[in-house]
C-alpha cells in the first residue's frame, strides 16, 4: 500500500534560517504529491502539491519538487519567519483514477525562534 | 464562504462513556471524510461518504466507531463506548468532485482525550 515517511522533529530554527523538511513516498503509479500545514489551534490547510514528476509546488516561499528517481518531495523555504511555526505533514493520493484516499505521514513540528 | 467546522473543538470523556463528533462541510461538497491522528502519528483515513453513502469505510478500527450522514449534509462520529486509544485529533475533509485530482478542504479537528 501506499505510504509516505517524514523527518520526526521537533525542528527549531532561528529567524530567517534555511528550512529543509524530509519526505519520501512508496506507491504505485504516479501519485499526486502535497504538503499541508497546520497552524495552532487551526485546521490542515494545503500548503502546495505537484501532481507529476519534475514538477515544483510553491506557495508562501515554500518549495517542494516530485522527484519519482528519488521518490521524494522535500519542503523547502530559503528564510523562515516566526509565522511559520506550524506542523507539517506530507501526503499523497493516487492517481489511478477515480477516488483515492490521503494517505498522510507523522508531522514535522517547526519552531521558529526569534 | 464557510469552511469545514467541527464541533466540539475538545473533548474529554471517561473511558467506557459516549461521544459524538460532528462535522459540517462546505456547503454543496457532496463528499466527506473522516481522518484521525493519534498520539503524535500520522494522519490515518477512517472513511469517505459520497452523499448519504459510506463510499469507503475501510479505516474504522472497530464496531466501536459509528459514522452517519443523514440526509447527505453533516456527519457525525460516534465514538461508543470510549477507550484510552481512541485519544487523538480527529479531522473531517469534504471537497466537491470525486476524482483523484479534487482537492480536500479540512476542519479544525476536534480533540479528544480520553481518561
Known amino acids: 500500500g501506499n505510504s509516505v515517511t517524514q523527518m520526526e522533529g521537533p525542528v527549531t530554527l532561528s529567524e530567517e534560517a534555511f528550512l529543509t523538511i524530509n519526505c519520501t513516498y512508496t506507491?504505485?503509479?504516479?501519485?499526486?504529491l502535497f504538503w499541508y500545514v497546520q497552524y495552532p489551534g487551526e485546521g490542515l490547510q494545503l500548503l502546495l502539491k505537484a501532481t507529476k514528476a519534475d514538477d515544483k509546488g510553491s506557495n508562501k516561499g515554500f518549495e517542494a519538487t516530485y522527484r519519482k528517481e528519488t521518490t521524494s518531495f522535500h519542503l523547502e523555504k530559503g528564510s523562515v519567519q516566526v509565522s511559520d511555526s506550524a506542523v507539517y505533514f506530507c501526503a499523497l493520493r493516487g492517481n489511478s483514477g477515480g477516488y483515492q484516499k490521503v494517505t498522510f505521514g507523522t508531522g514535522t513540528k517547526l519552531q521558529v525562534i526569534p | 464562504e464557510a469552511g469545514v467546522t467541527q464541533f466540539p473543538s475538545h473533548s474529554v470523556i471517561e473511558k467506557g462513556q459516549t461521544v459524538t463528533l460532528r462535522c459540517d462541510p462546505i456547503?454543496?461538497?457532496?463528499?466527506l471524510y473522516w481522518y484521525r491522528r493519534v498520539m503524535g502519528k500520522e494522519i490515518k483515513f477512517l472513511l469517505h461518504f459520497v452523499k448519504e453513502s459510506k463510499q469507503d469505510e475501510s479505516g474504522m478500527p472497530n464496531n466501536r466507531f459509528l459514522a452517519e450522514r443523514t440526509g447527505g449534509t453533516y456527519s457525525t462520529l460516534k465514538v461508543q463506548p470510549a477507550e484510552l486509544e481512541d485519544s487523538g485529533v480527529y479531522f473531517c475533509a469534504s471537497s466537491q468532485v470525486q476524482g483523484a485530482r479534487d482537492e480536500q478542504f479540512f476542519g479544525p479537528g476536534t480533540r479528544l482525550t480520553v481518561l
Open positions: 506507491a504505485t503509479g504516479y501519485p499526486s
Open positions: 456547503s454543496g461538497h457532496d463528499n
